[in-house]
């Protein structure tokens, strides 16, 4: 089953002779239990891709469909709850919050969804081995425990569709491989789709799918 | 309001200075209400005393007491049913044998007038040369069956009474008939009882529209107006009272910029994380709420605290400074300052909404 779908998406900015196409016919489908990465330098339109993927902006062109909810006809505050219900964000930077807790930050999530999510992110907690953390402030965890939490964080309240924004970059390499196993795992037993994007070539090889952008052009590796 | 609480929790040193900047500007805040009641009461306390309605005057004093010449006579002219004639006079008294002065505001009224204060000690004057003080003038040394001087009137007056301390024109008050008070004017001597002066007719009961006035022609004009109009011209009065409200209304601008700029500064190294919260569809009205909702904690702790703070102050403060509790003007100033710290939150409003969500992706 498609979680997401994207179908002929352009994404061009400015006008005249300071058009910039930034994605050019974008078509990707991502089933659950998908785990699929793309990859490019920066500046190829990934970060684009992302924020499209994500309901943070309009695509110019094209239609996109996250559990068969289409975006393109949802206006701002849907859009909003599409992404806070919908969508699992796992940030570059972590997206976790400076003055909370580990268990605090899913409390939160609890609080703004009105639903108990308790035993789901002690599950989540223990499965990612970061239970003991949980009084900890993000600042005194380590890069690799703070992105374990923020894939805990982005998962708790069950969406179909995460996306992971460049989740290794301030990783070592170890790490970085333990966070993208984590994501796989994810995506194959708890049949999620995940899409991954990444400037780094080796974080490919969990992957089932992996696409390349550049300039704005998407093509299959 | 968890997300604000939780903050509040963590970066408490930043908090407790804000809440402490807060405490101590509602704490000038009230002390500067207790001033200004405790200055007009200082001024106006005998007056209100009286618990009259309306003040008859000479139309030349222009509404102020000090400057009304009238005379005995005068009252007959006035229709109501409880009227008093007043004499007013501002000197010095000192203690028989003693050098030391006190300024004192005089009284002239007869023993029987409502305007003559009940006595805590002792009893009313019954001749020209007794006088009943103000508890306030115990402080000086003053008591029961001392005799004084007042001004430079060669007599000396025994103190037979004591009423409750009271004030006007921030100095303690001396009553005596009418008599005593035309020979401390000194003009006693040659004038006949009806010609004897006297400052003011005031009236109980009844409103300055109900009171008539009959006027001959060659009498001299007289005004009325209600108690609340003549304490407005008390002299010093108002513009005292005009001086410390203004200081205090500076005193909510001030707080809804302190607080507003420090939430803005807050909320300005926050933007980043605002981005994320929002890409993941955290709504603007839970961020915004969560402002809001920490400036309304800060302002109701620092409030509270000040509250506190200068009710244990009002109990320690000299009885020689004028200061008075005002608790229900201390309540509405508390709930204004409140109120104008979220004022000062909205500043921070716009800059919440127009953060992009966009940012929070790429890492930029």
Not at chain 2, 73 to 100: C, E, M, N, P
Not at chain 2, 252 to 265: D, E, T
Request: aromatic letters at 8%; glycine letters at 6%; a positive charge.
């Amino acid at each position: 089953m498609s979680v997401l779908t994207m179908d002929g998406i352009y994404k061009t900015f400015g006008s005249g002779h300071t058009l910039v196409t930034a994605l050019t016919d974008v078509n990707l489908s991502v089933n659950a239990g998908e785990f699929i990465s793309i990859i490019g330098p920066s500046g190829s339109g990934k970060s684009t891709f992302l924020t499209i993927a994500g309901g943070l902006q309009s695509p110019s062109r094209g239609t996109i469909k996250i559990d068969n909810l289409n975006l393109t006809k949802l206006n701002d505050r849907q859009k909003n709850d599409v992404r806070f219900n919908n969508i699992g964000f796992v940030l570059q930077s972590s997206n976790l919050i400076p003055f909370l807790t580990v268990a605090d930050q899913f409390k939160l999530v609890e609080k703004l969804s009105h639903q108990s999510l308790q035993q789901r992110s002690e599950a989540l907690l223990k499965s990612l081995d970061i239970w003991d953390l949980k009084d900890k402030y993000p600042k005194e965890l380590s890069g690799g425990e703070r992105q374990r939490v923020a894939i805990a964080r982005a998962l708790c309240h069950n969406p179909n569709l995460i996306l992971a924004d460049e989740p290794t970059a301030s990783l070592d390499s170890d790490h970085a491989y333990e966070v993208v196993k984590i994501l796989a795992t994810e995506a194959h037993k708890n049949k999620k789709a995940i899409i991954m994007v990444t400037h780094d070539e080796r974080m490919t090889k969990w992957s089932d799918r992996v696409y390349r952008i550049r300039d704005g052009h998407f093509a299959s590796a | 309001m968890f997300l604000a609480i939780k903050e509040m929790k963590y970066a408490k040193l930043r908090y407790f200075l804000i809440i402490g900047i807060m405490l101590l500007v509602s704490y000038v805040v009230f002390m500067l209400s207790g001033l200004a009641n405790g200055l007009a009461t200082g001024h106006k306390q005998a007056i209100t005393d009286w618990d009259a309605s309306t003040i008859v005057l000479s139309s030349d004093s222009n509404k102020i007491a000090n400057a009304s010449m009238m005379t005995r006579s005068d009252l007959t002219r006035i229709q109501a049913k409880r009227k008093a004639a007043v004499g007013l006079l501002s000197t010095s008294s000192r203690l028989s044998g003693h050098s030391g002065k006190t300024n004192v505001s005089i009284f002239g009224a007869q023993e029987n007038s409502f305007v003559v204060p009940s006595l805590i000690e002792g009893h009313k004057y019954s001749n020209d040369h007794e006088v009943i003080i103000s508890a306030n003038l115990k402080n000086d040394g003053y008591s029961l069956g001392d005799k004084i001087k007042l001004g430079n009137d060669p007599h000396a007056f025994k103190i037979v009474g004591i009423s409750k301390s009271t004030t006007y024109s921030i100095q303690p008050v001396i009553y005596l008939n009418l008599n005593a008070y035309a020979s401390l004017k000194g003009t006693s001597g040659e004038l006949t009882t009806a010609q004897q002066p006297i400052s003011l007719v005031a009236v109980k009961g009844q409103s300055p529209e109900a009171t008539k006035i009959t006027t001959h022609k060659s009498d001299a004009k007289l005004s009325k107006l209600s108690v609340n109009e003549f304490i407005t011209n008390l002299p010093g009065y108002s513009a005292e009272k005009l001086t410390l409200n203004t200081m205090i209304y500076f005193l909510f601008v001030i707080v809804a910029a302190v607080l507003g700029i420090f939430l803005y500064v807050m909320t300005m190294q926050k933007i980043s994380l605002f981005g994320v919260l929002k890409a993941q569809g955290i709504k603007n009205s839970y961020l915004i709420q969560s402002v809001v909702g920490q400036s309304l904690i800060v302002s109701v702790i620092g409030v509270v605290l000040a509250f506190i703070l200068s009710v244990l102050t009002s109990l320690v403060l000299p009885a020689a400074m004028p200061f008075t509790v005002n608790t229900s003007e201390w309540l509405l100033y508390g709930a204004v300052l409140i109120i104008v710290s979220m004022i000062g939150a909205l500043f921070s409003i716009h800059s919440i909404i127009k953060v992009d969500p966009i940012n929070a992706i790429g890492g930029e």
